[in-house]
């Protein structure tokens, strides 16, 4: 593999958008049809995004004749989070849970047992003529962590967890592009 300068990525942008399962990739990515992909609003600066994987342990299987004759590996998982930090009622239902139940005064009601928003989750970020971004056609959203207000000079935030999820026929739970250039 040769050395490729313009292929490193430094995030300038990003953003982050939901849409109903199964919804296709955008063939623009510098344009992502507002109809379609609903944007999940303001997200931290300082956590970006990050990626936890499960899973994928490696079993040795061998024969009295061959110790080390194949492998077998467990299901990986990956885990994409994700740091909103605009506190309205869809982001609430993206942490609390799809079954978060709007109150008539006006409050959501927050369930005992959440159930996760199933939406098309689609990652795009950009480094300034270049565009990188992840789209999972099928995940599950649900709060991932403990909201935790640190202090009274920072925007809080709701910890997403998205969990990319095979969606349909397709051999994949998510895609990646290759880092390319914005079309002029």
Not at 3 to 13: G, Q, S, Y
Not at 48 to 59: E, I, N, W
Not at 134 to 156: C, M, N, Q, R, W
């Amino acid at each position: 593999m040769a050395l490729n300068d313009n292929a490193t990525l430094v995030i300038n942008t990003g953003n982050y958008f939901t849409a109903e399962p199964g919804t296709v990739l955008p063939t623009d990515l510098t344009a992502i049809p507002t109809g379609t992909w609903e944007s999940i609003g303001h997200t931290s600066l300082q956590d970006v995004f990050s990626q936890d994987t499960s899973g994928g342990d490696v079993t040795v299987l061998g024969t009295l004749q061959n110790k080390t004759l194949r492998t077998s590996r467990t299901t990986k998982v990956d885990t994409f989070t994700v740091t909103v930090q605009q506190f309205d009622k869809p982001t609430l239902k993206l942490y609390y849970g799809s079954n978060a139940v709007e109150n008539a005064d006006g409050t959501l009601g927050v369930p005992q047992n959440p159930v996760p928003t199933v939406k098309a989750f689609l990652a795009v970020f950009v480094d300034g003529t270049n565009v990188f971004a992840i789209y999972v056609p099928k995940a599950e959203i649900l709060g991932s962590d403990t909201i935790a207000f640190s202090d009274t000079e920072s925007l809080a935030g709701l910890p997403l967890s998205i969990t990319p999820l095979v969606h349909g026929t397709n051999s994949f739970a998510y895609a990646v592009t290759p880092l390319g250039t914005i079309a002029p």
